[in-house]
């Protein structure tokens, strides 16, 4: 009786060998630490297994075991995964995922696909035959070690940045720009404002080569994105995450500012903003003249954002479009391009054209009269001006009453009030039209107000009062680029 059950035993533990087998000198590695196994790694069908305690813990989840149901419960962020002992599936967030091997219980230890959870958790896996050594590399741990560029190596990035040079119907140059080559077969994002108008479009890589653009594959005029397709398949960038950018971060910018193919400028992150609803990214990399749609690196030379504005007189408020924000168009591209003539026919108007200053005045006065915000409001009267500069100059008053609310209100709030309304213009007048907006204080005061400039301040008619005259803020046309900036 004894040997029919050392038999049995005997038979049981080949059995048991057949299916799984001790992976005896594998080491595992999390983050370059090795992982401390009370049981060594099995092998089974070309899935390892490990104990799960130790391997959750290490990629940074919560693990439970509900005995009731038999099963692993692991919970990282808002990832949840379980796995039922003995069955081939996973569930993962609800959503049920197929496995080559179940999960399993040996020598009272419970052993998970090792491969299978590091991966559901951010992790990459990587197998070195020759000195059976799994290293895994959390997604946490990718972001901390990524290497920082020198600026020498920073400025290289430059072969993934372009000219756009635009042409209208009779091929006469119209305006240069920027534009990055951000995927496969020619796929180039720029700001949707370079191309309104083009009949054409040519862009200009760092090797001096001109390529044809085929049409538009999408686009947002509202965020002021466009994506091209052109005819070459060009290097790529490599998309970055701009929900990791902070104030402070290292930057540079790469652009073509007045023609000037792929200059490099450096700066920081000095804001992350909104203006009119929409993020951006304030830096202090200098954005000039022709550098819409140009590029925004960190120092890891990935691209966090298409450089779309700047704000003149020094003061350093350079804006681009966070890099999620063209995300999504990447991933929804028109099968066939769509042409510019197409897009934008010769004499079609998107819009119901302004073509007089006093149309415009009567606009103004009927669409942006008064800013609202929870806490306050800001009226403007707006006025011809009588400077002949420009195609279209308003002078635009603000309501005396309002003017303390004016100081109160936040530099980001007014550089957004001013912006929103030069943005309109510029949607609604010939885009031929040049113009510019002044925004004033005018009031007049019973007593010398000293706190303003002296050039400021006349005596008014009568000797009884003064005037005070003074400009808040003030945007304008200048090439292909709008700018505004607000005074203090």
Not at 420 to 446: E, G
Request: a negative charge; proline letters at 5%.
């Amino acid at each position: 009786m004894k040997r029919l059950v050392l038999a049995i035993i005997f038979c049981c533990l080949l059995l048991n060998s057949a299916e799984v087998a001790l992976a005896t000198g594998v080491s595992v590695y999390v983050d370059g630490v090795r992982l401390n196994l009370p049981l060594e790694p099995v092998i089974e069908s070309g899935t390892t297994l490990v104990p799960m305690r130790p391997i959750f813990e290490a990629l940074g989840a919560e693990v439970s075991w509900d005995s009731l149901n038999n099963e692993v419960k692991a919970i990282k962020g808002n990832t949840t995964i379980i796995l039922p002992v003995g069955k081939k599936v996973a569930i993962i967030n609800g959503y049920i995922h197929n496995l080559t091997v179940p999960s399993k219980i040996v020598n009272h230890y419970t052993l998970v696909p090792l491969r299978f959870i590091s991966e559901a958790f951010g992790g990459e896996v990587d197998w070195d035959e020759a000195s059976k050594v799994i290293t895994i590399n959390t997604e946490a741990n990718r972001k901390e070690s990524k290497s920082l560029l020198s600026l020498t190596d920073l400025a290289k990035k430059a072969q993934y940045v372009v000219m756009i040079m635009t042409y209208d119907s009779k091929e006469i140059l119209t305006a240069t720009a920027s534009g990055v080559i951000i995927g496969p077969n020619g796929l180039v994002v720029t700001n949707y404002h370079v191309l309104e108008g083009a009949n054409k479009a040519v862009v200009v890589n760092d090797k001096e080569e001109f390529f044809p653009v085929e049409g538009v594959l999408a686009y947002d005029g509202e965020r002021d994105l466009a994506l091209l397709k052109v005819q070459a398949d060009l290097p790529y960038v490599t998309l970055g995450d701009s929900e990791d950018v902070q104030i402070g971060d290292e930057v540079i910018s790469i652009g073509s500012p007045l023609g000037l193919k792929n200059t490099v400028a450096n700066g920081v992150v000095s804001n992350l903003i909104e203006m009119e609803k929409q993020p951006f990214i304030q830096t202090t990399a200098p954005i000039s003249e022709g550098s819409s749609g140009g590029a925004l690196f960190n120092t890891q030379g990935e691209l966090i954002g298409i450089t779309t504005a700047f704000v003149s007189l020094g003061q350093g408020i350079n804006l681009a479009i966070p890099v999620n924000d063209l995300k999504p168009l990447a991933n929804n591209l028109a099968d066939v391009p769509i042409g510019l003539e197409e897009m934008f026919p010769v004499g079609f108007p998107f819009y119901d054209v302004i073509t007089d200053v006093n149309d415009l005045v009567s606009y103004l006065n009927d669409n942006h009269s008064e800013w609202n915000s929870d806490k306050t409001s800001i009226r403007f009267t707006y006025l011809a001006a009588e400077n002949n500069l420009y195609d279209f100059e308003v002078d635009a008053i603000i309501n005396p009453y309002d003017y303390g609310n004016w100081l109160e209100t936040d530099n980001d709030d007014r550089l957004a009030i001013v912006g929103q309304i030069l943005k309109d213009i510029d949607a609604n007048v010939d885009l031929s039209k040049s113009f510019k907006v002044v925004f004033f204080y005018q009031d007049y005061w019973p007593f010398y107000p000293s706190s303003f400039a002296e050039h400021e301040v006349s005596l008014a008619p009568g000797g009884e009062s003064w005037l005070v005259t003074h400009i808040l803020a003030q945007g304008y046309t200048s090439g292909d680029e709008m700018k505004w900036e607000v005074f203090y």
